[in-house]
């Protein structure tokens, strides 16, 4: 990637490097190619070697309330948003506040490719090659006090660039939250680029979080603020359903939603005959983030 002082939205993946890993991963020799000099070239340990889904499922199949409630209006819609320029409002408990412009945030913090499982709440899953940093980064250059204890996120509010602020009946702005430890574990990143390309619109962009070990619906797109503080901040299904949707909202096969099982989910692109697959504890990160949870009962604290 040409290294420019001010990077632009448009320069923030280098699509030239992706092309070549993923040309190396691809073919016969390819398979021993990319194990030989994977690492070499970036690719995370925390990368699942699931088949990612096509650019295509991924950008066409979304959730975004912002832009309405059915799976294809944020493709049709998002084209409206302007995400350049951009700039996230970092405040409470943290030694340097203020508004970080987006340029400024991609220039110091170092990014790179993380394939993880996606599973949302209405058991559905994908899998998906992110671009992004880990949030600590971002937490980090923040500088966060030694009281804070979760990170509160939320997501533009602009009416005359999407339809369902005004048609779609939530509190906004969409409002999510995790757990310091949780926020700082180098599992969650903040994403801004799917496969070779910019974020697309209607995934979130520019920058929005995920969270591979959780429902979706924590993955909050298009963030403007993060809010350090020491009390657990409101999310806005815990808000709109508090019954259905709890605060940590790991996935969990055992704890079944009030309305459906969790225990199975659809993979999107499996074709409309698909045996639905067995979700896994954590998403299947159960490895990784098991520890945050020690000692607490999950089916409290859903
Ligand atoms: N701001 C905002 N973020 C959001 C949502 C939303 O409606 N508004 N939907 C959530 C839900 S329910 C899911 S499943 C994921 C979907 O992400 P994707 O469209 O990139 O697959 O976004 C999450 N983040
Ligand atoms: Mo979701």
Redesign the pocket.
Known sequence: MAYKNVLKYSDVTPKADYMNRRQLMGGAAGLFAGMAIGPALGASKYSTDAKPNTFEE?SSY?????FGTGKED?ARHAHQLTVDPWSVQIDGMVDKPGSYGLEDILAKVSQEERIYR?R??EAWS?VIPWYGFELKQLLDMAGVQSGAKYVAFE?LVREEEMPGIRSVNIDWP?REGLRLDEAMHPLTIMATGVYDQPMPK???APLRLVVPWKY??K????IVRVTLTDKQPQTSWNMLQSREYGFYSNVNPEVSHPRWSQATERTIGGGLFAKRKETLMFNGYEEEVAGLYAGMDLAKNF
């Open positions: 991924i979304n959730n975004f309330y912002e944020p996606f949302c709440v994908m997501t969409y209607q995934n979130g979706g619906f993955s909050i797109k298009s």
